[in-house]
């Protein structure tokens, strides 16, 4: 984006500001004619806010042991509790926590593992994909062969191994604590690679265009040139991927903390809680397991839906 | 064409050398394996027997090598947890994951490419737009939920289906099988159906886009002028163009089958390959995530070395990109 210049008169027929551009663009167009991308933004938007704002919102702080009482256990959702009366909106698990509240606070964890890990991944596979494209030689056959074997493999699987064996490397005790920074180190390590291959391939074509050859004229530096001239025509296609990855992130933390290689039960994510909840599906209690797996569901697919959308409309072929 | 397949041999190669690498050095230097190995009385001159005699005090390159060559005869050591061979303990669990593997394969390719050219054919009909739909969710919906939700409709509200485990297995000595009794049988079709929805909808969306693809060429338009029947433009001509791409990511899927056998396997409880290494995963069980780890590294550089020479046979312009290529 470039920066327009302040100071204009005010009375003139001013430039429209970068918001007003915004709203006049051919992407916010065809986001408004877009139902399902407006839904989605909306869903989305809704639950970022709800896990950032959690301890406020929350009726409860399910990991304050003051606030829990055994005795509220196995409420079933709207109904009061047989014991103490309480009434909870989503019923409560065994402990008696809430499940609303677990809920957003889950939410907010697998929130932040999904975006740190995407964020992660990004940054790694702009950076190498940049690297291999503009510099090229052997350190773009090093990259890309590197890719190239990684994608033999299926991504959970890369971030279960990676999970793995930086878990053997921490000691025994630093393992919980630690569980979901290696969470977003596996995952992000397991999906730069989407980033690097279309980076790299954006920019061997940004490569050969005449603004290129003409930063190179006037001398200046390969990582300036990457950073300031190429970088900003391939970020495009990134958004998407980095999109669509978020979804993917999410679903990947989800089934790893599902599996109980992921988010520990002392700081449960909703593959934790919907792991959790498995284990009481059996004796009837279903909101335990149903409330956090449907969040999941329209978090991942509203993710989805809005990555599709944004593919299509930053493609320039199919408007 | 030969030079292309010994380069593809030697890359391959190299790959499983670097994943050799990986799995030693996760051996070599998390934990120490003397501590592992003797109790807490233990004297210096124990430590230095035990040292030379498991080669420690080697160079790390023999020990390397010591390490690949006892892996590749199918030695992979003890496993912490169990106490015992890691081979004995993956021989015993393979049949189950294969089994399962399998019957996944099969569904999902033969409905996939079904279900891919009717959703081709009728694009605009109300039912391909539902199975598109259909199937959008089934993309974002995680395995385990679908897992999940099939055990309490079939297993916990109807009651028709086992919920976990392989039901009873007929021994044949070095194979154990769930195909030959009716509650093994039972018990392979929910994880099969787990396991084999993404891949199907993996290979419809890719059949329909093909088709898609190839419907609009010229020859289709040709055959269309000649008068040739519709499912023979369809079947005969089309979906024949499609099968390069779907032969690719079909044996690529066969490979990421049995690596999401894990999430089927844990959700199903079923005693597969999979089970195990999530297992070891949580138990830090050296060994088995080692033997794990190559095993399947072996797995998927095979296939994908196989589906690369397959090219050459499918697709005649292959050959002649690839060695323009090459030059």
Do not use: C
Not at chain 1, 123 to 143: D, F, K, Q, R, S
Not at chain 2, 54 to 63: A, E, I, M, N
Not at chain 2, 209 to 238: K, N
């Amino acid at each position: 984006m470039s920066e327009l210049p302040v100071e204009k008169p005010a009375e003139a027929p001013s430039a429209p500001s970068a918001w007003a551009r915004f709203l006049d663009s051919d992407f916010f167009y065809s986001f408004k004619r877009s139902p399902v991308a407006v839904v989605s933004f909306a869903l989305v938007t809704l639950l970022v806010l709800s896990a950032v704002l959690a301890p406020l919102v929350a009726p409860h702080n399910p990991f304050d042991p003051a606030t829990l009482n055994l005795m509220n256990g196995f409420s079933a959702p709207m109904e009061p509790n047989a014991f103490t009366g309480e009434t909870f909106w989503l019923g409560t698990d065994d402990q008696g926590r809430d499940v609303f509240s677990t809920i957003l606070f889950g939410l907010r964890i697998s929130l932040f593992v999904g975006f740190a890990a995407v964020l992660f991944a990004l940054l790694l596979g702009v950076t190498l994909g940049l690297l291999a494209g503009y510099i090229g030689g052997w350190t773009e056959t090093l990259i890309m062969r590197a890719a190239d074997v990684q994608l033999t493999f299926p991504s959970i699987l890369v971030a279960m191994l990676i999970f793995g064996i930086v878990k053997g490397f921490l000691p025994v005790d630093a393992r919980d604590e630690a569980a979901i920074w290696v969470l977003i180190l596996a995952i992000g390590l397991s999906d730069w690679v989407q980033f690097a291959r279309v980076v790299r391939g954006a920019t061997l074509v940004e490569k050969s265009k005449d603004y290129v050859q003409a930063a190179k004229l006037i001398g200046r530096s390969p990582g300036a040139i990457m950073l300031r001239h190429i970088l900003p025509n391939v970020l495009g296609p990134v958004l998407v991927i980095a999109t669509i990855s978020l979804a993917l992130a999410i679903i990947a933390e989800a089934t790893l903390s599902f599996l109980g290689v992921g988010a520990p039960p002392t700081q449960p994510s909703l593959g934790t809680l919907i792991r959790i909840g498995q284990g009481f599906l059996f004796s009837g209690e279903w909101w335990i397991l149903f409330f956090p797996a449907m969040t999941l569901l329209v978090l991942a697919l509203s993710v989805n839906l809005l990555g599709d959308w944004l593919r299509d409309a930053l493609n320039p072929r199919l408007r | 064409m030969l030079a292309y397949i010994i380069q593809r041999v030697f890359q391959s190669i190299v790959v499983l050398l670097l994943v050799g690498l990986v799995a030693f050095s996760m051996f070599r230097f998390v934990g120490d394996p003397i501590d592992n190995m003797l109790g807490q009385e233990r004297t210096g001159a124990d430590i230095a027997r035990l040292r030379t005699q498991l080669g420690l005090d080697q160079p790390f390159p023999v020990q390397y090598y010591k390490f690949l060559s006892n892996a590749v005869q199918g030695n992979f050591g003890v496993s912490y947890r169990q106490g015992r061979p890691v081979s004995q303990i993956i021989a015993e669990r393979a049949p189950a994951t294969l089994e399962l593997a399998a019957v996944s394969a099969v569904l999902a390719i033969s409905f996939g490419v079904v279900l891919g050219v009717f959703t081709a054919i009728r694009r605009n009909g109300v039912a391909a737009n539902l199975i598109m739909s259909a199937s959008l969710i089934g993309v974002s919906l995680p395995t385990f939920l679908i897992g999940i939700l099939l055990i309490y409709l079939f297993a916990v509200e109807l009651g028709w289906l086992p919920s976990f485990g392989r039901g009873d297995v007929v021994d044949l000595g070095w194979w154990s099988t769930g195909f030959l009794t009716a509650s093994g049988l039972k018990a392979l079709i929910l994880p099969a159906i787990t396991l084999a929805l993404f891949q199907m909808t993996l290979i419809m969306r890719l059949v329909r886009s093909e088709m898609l693809e190839v419907l609009r060429q010229d020859y289709i338009r040709f055959a269309r002028a000649r008068g040739l029947r519709d499912r023979s433009i369809y079947f005969r001509h089309a979906l024949k163009n499609t099968m390069v791409p779907v032969i690719t990511v079909v044996g690529l899927q066969l490979g990421a089958i049995i690596a999401f056998a894990i999430i089927t396997e844990t959700v199903f409880q079923w005693p597969g390959v999979g089970l195990l290494f999530i297992n070891a995963i949580q138990f830090v069980d050296i060994p088995v995530m080692a033997a794990y780890l190559m095993l399947i590294s072996v797995m998927f550089v095979g296939i994908n070395l196989l589906v690369d020479i397959l090219y050459y046979f499918i697709d005649p312009r292959l050959r002649v990109d690839r060695t323009a290529a090459a030059k």
